[in-house]
C-alpha cells in the first residue's frame, strides 16, 4: 500500500509555471505508476500525465509539450513540472499509484491560472 500527498499548487499567471509534487509513503513506490489527473468544476476528472514503473511518460494532448512528468524514486516522489499555463489548466490535480490492480488516490491540490 503507498499514501500519496501532494503538494505544490497555487495561483499562478497565464504564461507561468508550477512544479506539482507527490510524495508517498509506503513501500515499493518504484514498482507503481503514478499518473496525474485533474478535475475542473462541473467536468470528470481526467488523466493529465502518467509515468510508468520504468519511467515511460505519456500525455493528454493538451499538455504536450508544456506538462512534463518525472519521478525521483530516492525521495519517493513524483513531480509535474507545468509550463506556459492556461486558464484552461485551472482544476484540482490529484496523484494516483496503481500496481497489480489496486488505486491508491491523494488528496489533491488546487492549481488556478487566472489575471
Known amino acids: 500500500q503507498v499514501q500519496l500527498v501532494e503538494s505544490g499548487g497555487g495561483l499562478v499567471h497565464p504564461g507561468g509555471s508550477l512544479r506539482l509534487s507527490c510524495a508517498a509513503s509506503?513501500?515499493?513506490?518504484?514498482?507503481?505508476?503514478i499518473s496525474w489527473y485533474r478535475q475542473a468544476p462541473g467536468k470528470e476528472r481526467e488523466l493529465v500525465a502518467r509515468?510508468?514503473?520504468?519511467?515511460?511518460?505519456n500525455y493528454e494532448d493538451s499538455v504536450k509539450g508544456r506538462f512534463a512528468i518525472s519521478r525521483d524514486n530516492a525521495k519517493k516522489t513524483v513531480y509535474l513540472q507545468m509550463n506556459s499555463l492556461k486558464p484552461e489548466d485551472t482544476a484540482g490535480y490529484y496523484c494516483?499509484?496503481?500496481?497489480?490492480?489496486?488505486?491508491?488516490w491523494g488528496q489533491g491540490t488546487q492549481v488556478t491560472v487566472s489575471s
Open positions: 509515468i510508468g514503473s520504468l519511467g515511460s511518460t
Open positions: 494516483k499509484g496503481s500496481r497489480r490492480g489496486e488505486d491508491y
Open positions: 509506503g513501500s515499493l513506490f518504484s514498482l507503481y505508476d
